[in-house]
């Protein structure tokens, strides 16, 4: 847990280091100019010495050296110039690099400590409710409730490991393709049996067209599905509805998760689909997540080629929409 924060701190050091190295060579570089142009104007003092007032051909020699001396100043700037330019360039690639390696190091730090979290809880929940079954003697109604409770951790655990093997498969090429015909209607609205069975007291609206049927890969759908309806409820209040659509318009299917929560900021609109992306602060966000929800999302959608798209603003809350090209 404390390895990605002496990362952190190295990779500031870092930074640190570049800033200094970077202005102490914008700095060489003017003083070599300087230095240059100084010797420029010397050479033409010197040639200047050498030439007789006397001399018939005084002004052409004088413009003759003038000539030498701009050419020579023009030349320095030139060249200078073209340096600058190239090692700027190279400069702000090496910082950008620097500075999303910073950041990715900063979000694999929040995943691990999320992840540990996700992990211990339902771990902790379990295990506590395995040993009051077997301490205590509890009557049919109480042993019920802990197994119900116990098998909702377990389905948590599961999701939760299924999101992360998925995403290193993913990642690495491994994941075997296995499309089919599904009827995503089915699917989805199967997904939507067990979220409300999982969140009772959450009003869902389920506007489906029966009989979409679509090329793809089940495990992958039912993923994008639950994890879009996660999202929903874990980011809007429990008291406002979340609405799932799926439609076929023009050779488009159309599947979109609506709920009323607090909206993406638009300037985060693109990076939630990135690898252990949370909006916020770890220290401030109160939902549990890893960052690795949407960014699956995203993958799963270019697996079906499919678009992933946010509808949303600040205060009507998020529509996801994902577009199947069925034609
Ligand atoms: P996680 O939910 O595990 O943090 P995700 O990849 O699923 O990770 O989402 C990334 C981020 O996008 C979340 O941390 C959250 O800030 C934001 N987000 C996702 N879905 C919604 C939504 N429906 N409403 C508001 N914010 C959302």
Redesign the pocket.
Known sequence: MKRPLININKLKLVSFIYWIFLTYMIAAFVWWYVSLQKQNNLIADIKFQTIQLSDPALKEKTNTIQDFQLRKTKQFIGEGLTFLFLFLLGAIYVYRSLLKQLRYSNQQQNFMM?VTHELKTPISISHLNIETLLKRDLDLAQQNKLLEATLKETKRLDALSNNILLASQLDMGLYETNKQEINLSILVKDAMASFQERFPLRLCNIIVEDEIIIQGETLLLQILVN?LL???H???PVNMPITIHLHNRNHKIILAVE?K????PMN?RDK??EKF????DEST?S?????????L?KKITTFHNAIIQIQ?NQTE??I?TVTFNNS
């Not at 939902?287 to 960014?295: E, F, I, N, V, W």
């Open positions: 999320a994890n996660d999202n929903a874990k980011y809007s709920d929560g607090k909206g993406i985060e939630i689909f992306y949370r909006v916020g966000r939902a549990k997540g890893t960052g690795l929800g949407l960014y999302c949303s809350g998020s996801f």
